[in-house]
């Protein structure tokens, strides 16, 4: 028999993907109605084209991935969302999170981190089979450079989520699996050191910059990959491979690698509200590359999925005590400066403004009313109605949401905002953070950190001068936390920091509000319990299926 591979088309569901064999028979030669053969995909060009955008997406692989539309990269707006590993939050009904909470991760129990590997791999399969057939299509030479651009684009991002997940994974390279090969045999399974796949993805970074247009001139082009997008994401693996737990890298190629992103002048800081940042894609300076929404391809609508319990909510992912303490008052100071300020039992006066632009907490205005998360008789405690919705911390997520979208019955209305993967202000964070490593607080340092933290309708104080590098160090650390807070930054911050030992080993606390007449007071509470790390918690272990379908070739991460 002689195979044949087939393509699967579904442009609104699952994008085109990789099918079965056919045999060469001719009773078995029927020619499917809803699919393509490879053939036909190779000899026109704008089908070639649409396998190529619909590498933007993934698959389902599990339960609760992507209401609405397939996943992109990373999971992003799903119920409990990457924040709900860390310190930044707890997701209320577990949804397979509280195991990596509590450091009980296993090859055999992965939760919400066990379809990283396999759709990463799918895809950069899917990618492999594209570029190694590319020349073969019709097309224009900047079509098909542009197409390229963006195949390797993808190829890297994936790398990076298996990098940054895993450690040091099987670079592919342009290999293209062939259905039908005798894969528990082959020798493919060797990983390669973190170094040498942070260089390969870099290398694919600087191939697809050359290739890429600086912007998407066309309102069909938008969502797709820029010059812009492959330079942030060369940035941000160049810092991670300058860290402590990489080690591959230098601060000084980290510093250029964001300072080229800089120097474009193409991007700025969104000027119009901390809080709209995250609402929208259009006229917005800061975003350098995102997932467009519509209300046709919606995702997760938020509102409803993170709302307190009286509004009719979901209560969701809802942000820690370890993460509200991390904001500082509005003089700049930290609250545990015994000269800032600071009141236990006012503990929400005064605070950086991006903390009520982020968080609900109690007496919080929200829509039409304010938050009652106290007890007794509090609405969105748990005495409120639906209280198997109410916050465990005593908190809500307040970042992202559109009070202009319905909270009850959101369907088909809500969950049309943007999901962000790069913006300017975390390439001004990656350049401070790499500059002061590399050459100590200079004013370069200065001007990105205060840019950020003087943008209309955030306008914290400037840094102190004569900062030293270590003190700098912890401040951009702070500034990145707060600043990127629920961008799924902070799961791997404290990783490649190799600090996660010490934050992760905190309790995962919340507050209790009670209510006595007029007096109201405010005790810490632990919210979940059994919060833990180890160091082999660094990396993720890879699913045991994935060792079992190697024929036990394909090495475990160190620990598990």
């Known amino acids: 028999m002689k195979s044949k591979n087939i393509i699967v088309i579904s442009f609104i569901i699952t994008g085109i993907l990789l099918s079965v064999n056919a045999c060469k028979t001719d009773f078995l030669n029927i020619v499917p109605t809803d699919r393509v053969s490879d053939a036909s995909i190779l000899s026109d060009s ?10 933007y997406l993934g698959v389902r692989l599990t339960d609760k991935e992507a209401e609405g539309t397939p996943p992109g990269f990373g999971r992003g707006f799903e119920y409990a969302m990457w924040s709900s590993v860390t310190d930044e939050s707890i997701y209320n009904n577990d949804d397979n999170t509280w195991l990596i909470q509590r450091g009980q991760l296993a090859p055999e129990n992965t939760g919400i981190a066990g379809t990283i590997w396999g759709r990463s791999y799918r895809s950069i399969r899917e990618i492999n089979y594209a570029l190694s057939n590319i020349d073969k299509v019709p097309m224009s030479v900047p079509q098909k450079n542009r197409l390229k651009g ?7 991002f994936r790398y ?7 450690g040091g994974v099987v670079l592919m390279k342009d290999k293209v699996l062939e259905l039908g090969e005798d894969l528990a045999n082959a020798d493919i399974y060797t990983k390669s050191s973190i170094k040498d796949c942070i260089d390969y993805a870099v290398a694919e970074l600087d191939e697809a910059s050359n290739l890429l247009p600086v912007s998407n001139g066309n309102t069909w082009q938008l969502g797709r990959a820029t ?25 000084q190629a980290a510093a250029k690698a964001a300072k080229d992103v800089i120097d474009m002048g193409k991007y700025s800081l969104f000027t119009n509200g901390y809080d709209k940042l995250f609402l929208t894609a259009e006229n917005n300076p800061e975003i350098i590359y995102e997932r467009l929404y519509t209300q046709g391809a919606r995702h997760v609508c938020l509102e ?35 000269t800032s300020g600071y009141n236990t039992q006012a503990p929400y006066l005064h605070r950086d403004p991006r903390f009520y632009m982020t968080v609900l907490y109690n007496d919080a205005p929200y829509r039409t009313n304010t938050v009652q998360s106290f007890i007794p008789g509090g609405k969105d405690s748990k005495d409120g109605p639906s209280n198997w919705n109410t916050s465990k911390t005593g908190y809500y997520l307040k970042k992202y949401m559109n009070d202009n979208l319905p909270i009850d019955n959101p369907w088909d209305i809500a969950g049309t905002q943007p999901w962000i993967y790069f913006r300017y202000a975390e390439i001004l964070l990656n350049y401070a953070e790499a500059q002061n490593e590399a050459s100590g607080p200079d004013q370069t340092v200065y001007d990105a950190i ?16 004569g900062l030293t590098q270590v003190q700098m160090r912890e401040i951009i650390r702070r500034e990145r936390q707060v600043e990127l807070a629920f961008e799924e930054h902070r799961f791997y911050d404290v990783r490649r920091w190799k600090v996660a030992n010490v934050t992760e080993n905190v309790p995962a606390y919340g507050i209790e509000v009670t209510k006595n007449g007029s007096t109201v007071t405010y005790s810490k509470k632990e919210a979940l319990s059994g919060r833990h790390f180890e160091e082999k918690n660094y990396f993720l272990p890879i699913p045991r299926a994935e060792i079992q379908a ?10 598990y």
Do not use: C, H
């Not at 963006?150 to 890297?156: D, G, N, P, Y």
């Not at 999925?305 to 509005?330: C, H, I, R, T």
């Open 227 to 251: 010059k812009g997008a492959a330079l942030a994401l060369k940035s941000r693996l160049l810092l991670y491979a300058a860290s402590p737990l990489y080690n591959g890298g230098t601060w």
């Open 304 to 338: 409803i999925s993170n709302a307190p319990n009286s509004f009719g909510g979901w209560g969701g992912n809802v942000p820690l005590q370890n993460m509200v303490d991390a904001y500082e008052m509005d003089n700049g100071k930290p609250i545990t400066d015994p």
């Open 550 to 559: 190697s024929n036990g070739k394909l090495s475990q991460t160190s620990g």
């Open 46 to 55: 704008s089908l070639f084209e649409s396998y190529v955008i619909n590498r």
């Open 160 to 166: 990076q989520d298996l990098i940054r997940n895993y």
């Open 150 to 156: 963006e195949l390797k684009f993808i190829r890297a």
């Open 450 to 465: 205060n840019s950020i933290r003087r943008r209309p309708s955030v306008n914290m104080p400037a840094l102190p001068t």
